[in-house]
């Protein structure tokens, strides 16, 4: 007598023709200090990594080292470029520039004087949080043109790399943003990716899914330090 058939639970496999998107935030960038800008790059701030932040990029890469990367891409902002120029170093890979996912334009809020308003409780900050739209800030980039380039972005790689392994070096609202368009989350849902954290994503041809946010399993004692 025939025996019946067994169908045991199989691990995910990435669908034929996707892309496998690694996100990662860059490390923690340098102190915003009241009555200071940071320098601008394409009217973004610009600042380097801290020494917290160089610290964290080293173990970032090295979680990245033992795993498939068969590319790797960075904003124009210096800090993802120094986020992974450890692995750039190790695996001799080019890191190329994808502008389009640079953080949301935060208006006059530019050049750190974010990171104030929000520790001061500033009544827009509240506002900020409490409607998750970006534009209430003056002259900030509007949510719509936000979500439009960071798709553009994200489409050109994917497009760039089927079957491919993607390491993408990115902002914590831009985490945030690649995010709700996956799942279809709130806006700000997403927002908390801590500094050199790992998320990432499956872009296939049938539609996208999130499998994995914000994994700090590889900063150790580092993770309580975040800022």
Request: proline letters at 6%.
């Amino acid at each position: 007598m025939a025996q019946p058939r067994s169908f045991p639970q199989r691990p995910y496999q990435v669908p034929p023709g996707a892309t496998e998107l690694v996100l990662v935030r860059h490390g923690a960038s340098a102190d915003a200090v009241e009555g200071e800008d940071f320098p601008l790059a394409g009217g973004h701030g610009d600042p380097a990594l801290s020494e917290l932040g160089r610290r964290q990029a080293v173990l970032v890469c090295d979680r990245l080292a033992t795993e498939r990367t068969d590319a790797i891409y960075v904003t124009s902002l210096r800090r993802t470029v120094e986020t992974i120029q450890p692995l750039v170093d190790r695996l001799g890979l080019r890191a190329d520039v994808e502008a389009d996912l640079r953080e949301i334009h935060l208006g006059t809020w530019e050049g750190g004087l974010m990171r104030q308003k929000i520790a001061d409780s500033d009544p827009v900050a509240v506002q900020l949080l409490e409607q998750q739209r970006w534009d209430v800030i003056p002259g900030a980039e509007s949510s719509d043109d936000f979500g439009a380039r960071v798709r553009a972005g994200i489409e050109r790689i994917a497009i760039a790399h089927p079957d491919q392994r993607v390491v993408v070096v990115i902002h914590g609202g831009t985490i945030a943003e690649l995010l709700r368009q996956v799942t279809g989350s709130k806006p700000f849902a997403f927002l908390g990716a801590d500094n050199a954290s790992i998320s990432s994503i499956v872009v296939a041809p049938t539609g996208s899914s999130l499998r994995c946010f914000n994994d700090i399993s590889h900063l150790g004692a580092t993770s309580g330090e975040m800022t």
